[in-house]
């Protein structure tokens, strides 16, 4: 599975936010999408998943485009949001229910991972409670267990940390790795950058909507001059400080 | 204190007049006032045929002027934010609901005032009371009324209670025996209970100012509950947002459920059947009209009549289930979902179908009750169905396109 974001322009109505972004998530990869509040992390994530629609440029996955096939496109993706978005309606066992015939899994066989996930989470005693009445760390584990039941290549996780306690991140973690050394590849944005930066690969920093730098840490010290021992937060600091 | 509560006015009232407005553009409010007429045409006859005092004419008396009574409480416009931010203000809120309470007489005013017009021809026919007693049984009511206005404002502070005992338990209980008493005997008994009341009640609200302590949670959630059933009722003429209605669990229908195969092309059938069994504002629109509408084919036997009943209400069912179609289209995980939006609509409308067919069917039994088998009655009947094939596969296809992304 590959990822590939070029050029992409876009924002909300006639504001660009974005301006002619371009990076890669290979297969098998961890990338951090990394910026500060409103730097255009979240807009980046919404163009990829195809809420928003690109003014300028090109997402492909595996080389087609939203464009080009809606429901292959889509199979590919699982989206953890930042804020849990539930049915009301809907019970935990229902949800899952229902992921699995949107989504057209093998039902049997999904159950079998979701089980496991939510074992993990501790939410194997809920399945007949309505997740809107949930708290918020409950919630986004139901996000995350709905998502990564999936047999979707390229997880996206957007704010994945906050709200989750010590265990769950760790938990969440764990799930990462699998799936990465299952050969899918996860893209999350987070402010997070001590647990990022040592379950990542890649980074990519992104400032006023555009791409300032990308790779390894390595590659990034590199690029910003900075000292062998020093980590993501002084990195993303001294990007931050680069405005003033 | 005070000019928070005049800048809040003055932002509900607009609020209320841009609903009120949408209300009256809309094509069927014409229809409504065609039934109001009927229903004052069915009023009427009904007088007509009503020749010598009935024995249960007092006891409908009391029952409905009681339940006059009940409309109306204190709009207080607490936002949730409040119970946050202004706490620090909580004394000087004794004041912004002082202003509340006196802006809140208005609507039971009104509606006393209104039902005991409207009654007092069924009163002075059916129950053989006098225009004097009708008059001062009213006056009584108002007084008493803006005397338990008082129990409202103390049940924001949490003191509604004499000792252990409920007040509003209390005072529906003087209620019921002074009326009683003022219908039967003597109807300057409600005036002066009605007075010693609302002295009584004002003298009991005025500790509160230097005392009270107010219950934030009841007074926020009892401010959002009155809001909603405002909304709904505009909800019924046209879309309001942000109408969050409950929803029940309803165990015991899950086998309703079992007839959707669960195949990828039923995916919205599951989700949509599920809501609507289960979200108490969908289900509860659906029993109410079908209710009414059942009882008024039951009620009226004029063709015309029951032909716009027939036809309107099943219109009126499906129109009001386009809402929750967009309620679910803004949801954004769904719109994740690689499932074409023909799917959707197509699983939508199996949804409606099913539910304006239910309706259908009951009104049909109500008309056959009515006109029997005749030529009339299979008219309506047809009509309906005409009604249901126009909604459902006309109407909502198109209406529902609008809703998508």
């Known amino acids: 599975m590959t990822l590939e974001v070029k050029e992409l322009t876009g924002g909300y109505g006639q504001v660009s936010v974005l301006k002619k972004e371009t990076f890669n998530v290979e297969s098998g990869q961890v990338v951090g999408l990394i910026g500060l509040n409103g730097a255009g992390k979240s807009t980046t994530i919404k163009h990829i998943i195809g809420l928003l629609t690109p003014r300028g440029g090109q997402i492909l996955i595996d080389g087609i485009s939203l464009h080009d096939d809606v429901e292959k496109y889509r199979k590919k993706i699982a989206y953890v949001p930042e804020m849990p978005i539930l049915y009301p309606e809907l019970t935990l066992r229902e949800h899952i229910d229902l992921t699995i015939m949107a989504y057209g899994l093998d039902h049997d066989k999904t159950w079998v991972n979701a089980t496991e996930l939510l074992k993990t989470f501790r939410l194997d005693n ?8 949930f708290s918020k760390g409950m919630k986004q584990k139901v996000m995350i267990v709905c998502a990564f039941m999936t047999d979707a290549s390229l997880f996206i996780i957007d704010e994945p940390f906050t709200g989750l306690d010590p265990l769950a991140v760790n938990d969440l973690l764990n799930i990462v790795e699998a799936k990465k050394k299952a050969g899918c590849s996860v893209l999350m944005s987070t402010h997070i950058l001590a647990t990022v930066q040592n379950h990542a690969d890649k980074f ?41 | 204190m005070t000019n928070l509560w005049q800048e809040r006015l003055r932002r509900h009232q607009l609020d209320q007049f841009k609903y009120l407005r949408l209300i009256f553009n809309d094509n069927f409010v014409l229809a409504f006032i065609v039934l109001i007429g009927a229903l004052g045409f069915w009023y009427s006859n009904l007088l007509g045929t009503i020749h010598h005092q009935l024995i249960i004419g007092k006891p409908i008396v009391i029952l409905l002027l009681f339940l006059a009574t009940q409309v109306g409480g204190i709009a207080t416009l607490l936002e949730e934010p409040d119970s946050t931010f202004l706490l620090v203000k909580e004394k000087e809120f004794y004041k912004y609901f002082k202003a509340a309470k006196n802006y809140s007489v208005f609507i039971p005013i009104v509606t006393l005032a209104l039902v005991n017009f409207l009654l007092s021809a069924f009163a002075s026919r059916a129950a053989g009371m006098k225009i004097i007693d009708i008059v001062l049984i009213a006056i009584g009511l108002i007084v008493f009324k803006l005397g338990s206005l008082n129990v409202n404002l103390m049940a924001l502070y949490g003191q509604d209670h004499f000792g252990s005992l409920n007040m509003h338990l209390v005072s529906n209980i003087l209620l019921v025996i002074s009326l009683i008493i003022s219908t039967y005997f003597l109807s300057a008994i409600m005036v002066i209970v009605g007075v010693i009341y609302y002295l009584f009640l004002n003298m009991r609200v005025k500790p509160l100012e230097t005392s009270g302590q107010l219950q934030w949670k009841y007074a926020i959630e009892t401010e959002n509950q009155r809001m909603f059933r405002i909304k709904r009722f505009y909800n019924l003429f046209t879309d309001v947002p942000g109408v969050n209605s409950k929803i029940k669990r309803r165990k015991w229908l899950d086998g309703l459920f079992n007839f959707i195969k669960p195949k990828g092309s039923n995916t919205y059938l599951y989700l949509f059947a599920r809501g609507f069994v289960r979200n108490n504002e969908y289900i509860g629109l659906f029993l109410r009209l079908t209710i009414i509408q059942a009882i008024m084919l039951c009620l009226i036997d004029n063709f015309y009549i029951s032909l716009i009943v027939e036809m309107l209400f099943i219109y009126l069912v499906g129109f009001q289930l386009k809402p929750y179609f967009k309620e679910v289209m803004q949801n954004l995980m769904q719109r994740l979902y690689p499932v074409s939006s023909k799917d959707k609509i197509a699983s939508f409308t199996k949804l409606s179908t099913i539910i304006l067919s239910i309706q259908w069917i009951v009104s049909a039994l109500a008309i056959i009750y009515k006109f029997g088998l005749s030529m009339n009655g299979l008219i309506i009947i047809v009509a309906g169905a005409l009604v249901l094939v126009f909604v459902n596969y006309f109407y909502m296809p198109r209406q529902l396109k609008k809703y998508l992304n």
């Open chain 1, 204 to 244: 990519v920093l992104i400032n006023h909507g555009q791409v300032r730098a990308d790779g390894t840490l390595d590659q990034l010290k590199a690029k910003f001059n900075m000292q062998q021992d020093s980590n993501l937060d002084d990195i993303y600091i001294k990007m931050s400080h680069e405005d003033l």
């Open chain 1, 126 to 133: 809920k399945l007949d409670w309505f997740p809107q009445n």
